[in-house]
């Protein structure tokens, strides 16, 4: 490892060592807040370079599952936490919004990142990962179209949306599984491993890295939105916009990060894996898991969320869908689907 990237690592350790004791020290938040959020990028650094050597020897197939699983970490605790105190709205919000950030926001930067750098300004990665997860976009979608309308119309299926919820969550992550597993048995056989410099990490170091790095940004995500319900108080922000843009951008800082690092390197397929699989993982595994597990607790989630937000989802599935399918996207293509997303955020921000 080089001595910059000790420097760094160093660094964010010591950051989130200071997060960790200015949460149990019951600092002011603002401070606390800002702290979290520098640590939290960070740890996305550190996830950014050890993603890369994982998939210098298992190919973007693998890397992809393996990053986004680790990525997703902190917001699976964050609408826990969120959950058990009572915040409906933020953990709701806080998922449907990372849905719209990576779909969105991160997508159209990894396409205008990798599009600016080659000669005819236009990204090229496999189709086939885009058009499998957004399949399982249209899948989750489907459902989440299906129970917004019959809250809307009182239809007598709106009275039961738990149970619904509770069998569509089961249904969606059978069929997520099944997908992965195919996925990663195809593209392991057409893929490979690549070849990698000699001073590349071990592969054991590697992993421990994203395992460590996926953990601590679980713990940091928590103390940062702990911080962030007295700070947008100040602010005077919705609690639709803070779950929908703040906490969603702040929960997926990892995939951010790495999907834009590896547009800028040229890895147009590892780049687009990442945060492709982000998306399938949030709509087809990390919802419909949450759903289950929220059973546990007083305050449930389902997949019943205003009508103004099930028809931005369907029409996010569908701009991803025109602008991934045929495996090439242009910078225009990718600057839509950010300016798509600000849209959205500022519909929040008057919530």
């Known amino acids: 490892m080089s001595r910059a990237r000790r420097l760094l690592l160093g660094a964010t350790t010591a950051l989130t060592v200071v997060a960790g004791i200015m949460h149990y020290a019951d600092v002011a938040a603002v401070p606390t807040f800002a702290v979290a959020g520098v640590a939290l990028a960070g740890i996305a650094w550190v996830v950014s370079f050890a993603t890369e050597e994982v998939g210098d020897r298992f190919g973007p197939a693998a890397t992809g599952v393996l990053q986004s699983t680790l990525g997703n970490l902190p917001e699976f605790f964050v609408v826990i936490f969120a959950l058990s105190a009572g915040e409906v709205v933020v953990a709701q919000f806080s998922i449907i919004g990372s849905i719209f950030a990576n779909a969105l926001l991160v997508l159209g930067i990894v396409i205008v990142v990798g599009a600016w750098r080659t ?17 399982l976009l249209l899948l989750a979608s489907f459902i989440i179209v299906l129970v917004g309308l019959a809250g809307e119309t009182h239809d007598a299926a709106a009275d039961d949306v738990g149970t619904i919820s509770t069998i569509a969550a089961i249904l969606l992550l059978g069929t997520y599984v099944v997908w992965v597993l195919g996925y990663l048995r195809s593209e392991g056989e057409r893929g490979g491993a690549r070849g990698h410099a000699s001073d590349a990490l071990p592969l054991r170091v590697s992993v421990a890295l994203l395992a460590v790095s996926g953990v601590g940004a679980a713990f940091v995500s928590e103390w940062f939105v702990d911080a962030l319900r007295p ?33 800028a390197k040229g890895e147009a397929d590892l780049a687009v ?27 449930r989630l389902t997949f019943d969320i205003a009508i103004l937000y099930v028809g931005a989802l369907f029409l996010t599935t569908l701009s991803v869908w025109q602008v991934t399918g045929d495996g090439e996207a242009t910078l225009f293509e990718g600057a839509a689907l950010v300016s798509t997303y600000v849209v959205l955020a500022v519909f929040t921000l008057y919530e």
Not at 119 to 135: N, Q
């Open 273 to 299: 894996s990442v945060v492709k699989n982000s998306v399938a993982q949030v709509a087809a595994f990390l919802w419909p898991a949450l759903v289950l597990v929220s059973l546990l607790f007083a305050h």
């Open 119 to 135: 000669d005819d300004g236009v990204m090229r990665f496999s189709a086939r990962l885009p058009m499998d997860t957004t399949t």
């Open 231 to 263: 700070t947008i108080d100040e602010i005077g922000l919705s609690p639709e916009f803070a779950g929908l843009v703040v906490v969603a951008i702040a929960g997926n800082a990892v995939e951010h990060a790495v999907g834009v690092v590896l547009a």
